[in-house]
């Protein structure tokens, strides 16, 4: 059974950074794309980035480019999302997501992923 466990959430000032990590477990880490998408309250989950299998490609919403880095360790079964110059709009729960096999289409849609964590919430106060 896929679990996948999100951490590093919380409540920081506009300008300030985080990083959020996932760990993964029942799964064979490197054979997954792994996401981030994040949901404001009262809106559509949304996608934030994608990183490959093997961490060298990754592609990211607009709205997040130059400020946040998706990374991973696959000898840890981890994938991160560091954020920097946050802003009140980055506000919103943080979902990491896991799709067996290549990113295909950019951007993935949410239906293309098939494990999901718990959710962090980031706020950001301006």
């Known amino acids: 059974q896929v679990q996948l466990v999100e951490s590093g959430g919380g409540l920081v000032q506009a300008g300030g950074s985080l990083k959020l990590s996932c760990a993964a477990s029942?799964?064979?880490?490197?054979?997954?794309?792994m996401g981030w998408f994040r949901q404001a309250p009262g809106k559509e989950r949304k996608f934030v980035a994608v990183?490959?299998?093997?961490?060298?490609?990754?592609y990211y919403d607009d709205s997040v480019k130059g400020r946040f880095t998706i990374s991973r360790d696959n000898a840890e079964s981890t994938t991160y999302l560091q954020m920097t110059s946050l802003k009140a709009e980055d506000t919103a729960a943080y979902y990491c997501a896991a799709a067996k096999g290549s990113m295909g289409v950019l951007p993935p849609e949410a239906a293309r992923f098939d494990s999901w964590g718990q959710g962090t919430q980031v706020t950001v106060s301006s």
């Open positions: 029942g799964l064979t880490f490197s054979t997954y794309t």
């Open positions: 990183i490959n299998r093997n961490g060298i490609s990754s």
